[in-house]
């Protein structure tokens, strides 16, 4: 039940309790600290996308000063992955992308190892490259991984097909799609298409790994999933989960490109080979563009059909994702792909392919909105397109489709009320933002102003098993420490779960004290901090262990003042009789217990804990795709206004706008900034951001002077934010996960912007103006 809105703390903006620290340069990550006797690992990457690894001669790599150990490949012959197990930490036998790791040279100094490197000589023999996901899915004699179907599951939900280069097919099949599709009045089918990119987060990938005398795996690694290191070293080496130790501090940025496991496994390796000593791994950047997990590519044809009203009766959708040489995360990208195909719309019957695809490019994980942005491109300009061939307004054709309650997900789950938010009000408040119905003011000369819009949802798909723990310590002056293992990634997590905190205690949020590293060793379980879960499932925890601290404190009190529980309430730091307020106790006398003026003493220190894990969620069944992924849904609106110049087919952002329904919100500003920051990230993505490759496949621009992103002083000049609250009564006052929003609807919306400016259809990203030029000179012949 919701709460009363009167909040001291949730709801309001309050500084984020890192700022001053940040502000001050004084915080330190993972690369910042060293140790004495700490030996640093370097590796040996492929030099082919694609071929067998005939002789690896280190030789003259021994000959470098400082060398303590060369690990290749034989050394552990397995796979390893999170979903399936398809992918050895050093390549053996052959490479399946250009930069894969092959070797790894672990040496006293950083440059000692990196020497030692570039004097490794490897023999190969080259094989022919899959280069796309469509000569991937029709190509079934080059094959990336000739024994997909044997790989080891680790979960049910993932279907790779043995002969193919298909790592997952994943079908959604809802009402009857071949009989609505005959009765449809209208149609329209369209492909769209991107390559792979990457996350660029201002932090590299960094990881320290030591082995204890007494057999502690101690890992100190940036990473969004803790515990999820904790089960690969468990599964894959054998270890015992206790006596793997992960510490996490604050993460420079990481868009999910942080939630997987890769380095880690490599510096264990590197740390056994070397007797346990600690051993430092550190990404350089062409390193962590190329050879560390990147973001997804895809190739999507999405199918409408719709009656006279403009209602849409069948949708079929295609999705061929790019997961690259292994299936990493990109497994359950296919998946969320599947459970979310339509888009925030009610089609009653539904045919979707979801195929995670590899291709000899580097492989494929999370990224922000896991799978959403990608398949909101491709649905949001279908809606554009379709609008103009019934001749309607594509605010209007969304409203007519917009899911509601009472209608059903492409997985067959009831949509409530409850779980999911409102759709009209977003797009009402959206289409005033970006003055949607005004004309556009009149523009220079050879400029076209344009308008462009989306409309967008996501589900938190999480485990079915999700979960998320906290535990309250009181300290003699009444204030609290706060632990979990939630990771502190620039979204602002710690300080959100410190404004629930202050709420439920009924005190000053800068009582609170929030743990900001995660030592596993003494925090709870974090399933991890991704999927816009972390405020659902870490923030029910914390109010958990809140009440269980509550109901301590009362007990305490109760024998203080000597009357019964139920006469207590707590405010203002202090235990008091509802009756007669003025007669109570405060918290710091009582935080470690309470003494008598006789020396007697009860009770002892308050210790809340909480947690909260995932209620009522499936798999998805193999067939149809029937089942309940998520909590909730999420919806949004975006807009964006451009101004394109019809000489030179470039572009300005004027505006970005978003509306979002996250529940309620628990720091406006905070969530002001994280829109703000989604926006530019998506804009990037859709403008600029894509790996370049040779027929060779080859990353032809594995440098950030040559990755192109959007730099300082492209961005929109005006960013316009706001939220409805629909509260959702599952989460923490009513709060629903908004991290990863921001980015959802922004590149279909750019599309939209730009495809009405320019005339002509743009499906494909990066929206250069090379592109437009070629798209519109294309049209012309």
Excluded at 247 to 275: N, R
Excluded at 520 to 533: F, L
């Amino acid at each position: 039940m919701l709460e009363n809105k009167i909040r001291s703390s949730v709801g309001k903006t309050i500084q984020r309790i890192d700022t001053v620290e940040k502000a001050a340069g004084t915080l330190r990550y993972i690369g910042d600290l060293t140790v004495p006797g700490m030996l640093h690992a370097k590796l040996v990457t492929s030099e082919y996308a694609h071929a067998k690894i005939k002789s690896i001669d280190s030789t003259e790599a021994w000959k470098v000063q400082g060398i303590r150990a060369i690990v290749t490949g034989e050394m552990f012959p397995y796979h390893i992955g999170p979903i399936l197990a398809d992918r050895p930490p050093l390549a053996f036998e052959k490479v399946r992308y250009y930069g894969e790791p092959i070797a790894i040279i672990v040496a006293d100094h950083e440059h000692q190892a990196k020497r030692a490197a570039s004097l490794v000589k490897v023999e190969y023999e080259p094989l022919p490259v899959v280069n796309s996901v469509r000569e991937a899915f029709q190509n079934k004699d080059i094959l990336v991984h000739e024994n997909a179907g044997q790989y080891m599951k680790l979960i049910s939900n993932v279907y790779p097909v043995s002969g193919t280069n298909i790592g997952s097919h994943i079908k959604i099949r809802k009402g009857d799609f071949v009989s609505a599709w005959g009765q449809c009045t209208e149609k329209i089918k369209a492909t769209y298409s991107f390559n792979l990119s990457d996350h660029a987060a201002l932090e590299t990938r960094c990881v320290r790994v030591e082995i204890t005398p007494v057999g502690k795996v101690v890992v100190h690694s940036t990473t969004q999933s803790p515990y999820t290191i904790k089960k690969v070293l468990n599964q894959f080496f054998n270890i015992e989960v206790g006596n793997v130790i992960v510490h996490a501090p604050m993460v420079g940025g990481a868009f999910g490109g942080k939630g997987t496991v890769q380095l880690e496994p490599l510096a264990y390796l590197a740390s056994k080979a070397v007797g346990g000593k600690m051993v430092r791994l550190n990404f350089e950047r062409e390193e962590d563009l190329i050879t560390a997990p990147c973001h997804i590519g895809l190739e999507a044809t999405v199918a409408l059909g719709v009656d006279q009203q403009g209602k849409i009766i069948a949708g079929q959708y295609t999705y061929l994702i790019d997961s690259g040489a292994y299936t990493d995360q990109a497994a359950g990208i296919t998946r969320a792909m599947a459970l979310d195909c339509t888009g925030p719309y009610n089609v009653p019957n539904v045919w979707c392919d979801s195929y995670c695809m590899f291709t000899n490019h580097p492989f494929a994980t999370s990224f922000r909105g896991y799978a959403h942005p990608e398949l909101t491109f491709a649905v949001e300009r279908t809606m554009d397109q379709l609008a103009k061939k019934l001749n309607i307004d594509p605010t209007e054709l969304r409203m007519i489709n917009a899911i509601k309650p009472g209608d059903s997900s492409p997985t067959q789950s009831v949509i409530t009320a409850n779980n999911i938010g409102d759709a009209k009000k977003c797009m009402d408040r959206a289409k005033e933002l970006i003055k949607w119905d005004e004309e556009p003011q009149e523009a220079k000369k050879n400029k076209v102003i344009s308008k462009g819009i989306s409309l967008f949802w996501k589900t938190s798909t999480t485990a079915t098993n999700a979960q998320s723990g906290a535990i309250l310590t009181f300290e003699p002056d009444g204030s609290v420490n706060l632990n979990c293992a939630a990771i502190e990634l620039g979204q602002g997590t710690k300080t959100t779960l410190a404004q629930i905190l202050a709420e439920k205690l009924k005190i000053d949020i800068n009582k609170i004290h929030v743990i900001m590293e995660v030592n596993t060793q003494y925090d709870p379980h974090q399933w991890r901090t991704v999927a816009s879960s972390t405020t659902f499932l870490a923030g029910r925890a914390v109010m958990a262990a809140a009440d269980d601290a509550i109901s301590q404190l009362k007990k305490t009190a109760s024998i203080v003042l000597q009357c019964s529980v139920e006469d207590l309430d707590i405010g203002g730091g202090r235990v008091y009789l509802k009756p007669n307020p003025e007669y109570g106790v405060k918290f710091e006398d009582i935080a470690i217990g309470y003494k008598f003026p006789n020396g007697h003493a009860i009770e002892g220190q308050i210790v809340g804990h909480g947690k909260y894990i995932q209620r009522h969620l499936t798999p998805m069944d193999q067939e149809t795709g029937f089942g309940k992924p998520g909590p909730w849904w999420s919806v949004g609106v975006q807009a964006i206004e451009v101004e394109w110049d019809t000489r030179d087919y470039t572009y300005k952002i004027l505006k970005a706008a978003i509306v979002l329904d996250g529940g309620t919100i628990i720091n406006p500003a905070m969530a002001t900034q994280q829109m703000r920051g989604g926006m530019y990230l998506g804009l990037s993505f859709a403008s600029s951001e894509t790996f370049v490759f040779n027929d060779e496949g080859i990353v032809q621009n594995p440098q950030l002077r040559t990755y192109q992103m959007l730099r300082f002083g492209e961005q929109p000049c005006e960013y316009l934010v706001d939220f409805i609250e629909s509260p959702a009564a599952d989460g923490p006052y009513g709060a629903r996960g908004i991290g990863e929003y921001g980015v959802i609807g922004v590149p279909a919306a750019l599309a939209n912007a730009l495809s009405n400016a320019s005339q002509v259809e743009l499906n494909h990203l990066p929206l250069t103006p090379e592109l437009i030029w070629k798209t519109k000179r294309e049209g012309l012949v």
